[in-house]
């Protein structure tokens, strides 16, 4: 392709079809709102439950604390993790 190829009208349209206008990426709509609010929720819920999985506040035995620990130090990082995603904006 031409330079004068990407510069033409039909592509500029094509690639605003494809990938939305400027404008459209800088609003805030009632999807991405919601999507906002659940991600956070999520993380919370994510580090929440860890965490109480860790000081054992559901009261499992000692026999399977080891299965505690586990969970409770994934769900940690895991939130931490969705809490890096949606920070740096990566989160889709």
């Known amino acids: 392709m031409k330079?004068?190829?990407?510069e033409s009208e039909e592509f500029r349209k094509y690639r605003e079809n494809i990938?939305?206008?400027?404008?459209?990426?800088n609003t805030v709509t009632p999807n991405k709102a919601m999507r906002a609010i659940?991600?956070?929720i999520m993380i919370i819920v994510y580090v929440g439950?860890?965490?109480l999985l860790l000081i054992n506040?559901?009261?499992?035995t000692?026999?399977?604390?080891?299965?505690?620990?586990?969970i409770g130090i994934v769900l940690i990082i895991y939130g931490a993790y969705?809490?890096?995603r949606y920070i740096a904006g990566i989160d889709s």
Do not use: M, N, P, T
């Open 3 to 6: 330079r004068s190829d990407y």
């Open 19 to 25: 990938h939305g206008s400027e404008s459209e990426k």
């Open 38 to 40: 659940f991600s956070i």
């Open 49 to 51: 439950v860890g965490v």
């Open 57 to 60: 506040f559901f009261g499992w």
């Open 62 to 70: 000692e026999s399977i604390a080891w299965i505690r620990w586990i």
């Open 82 to 84: 969705r809490a890096y």
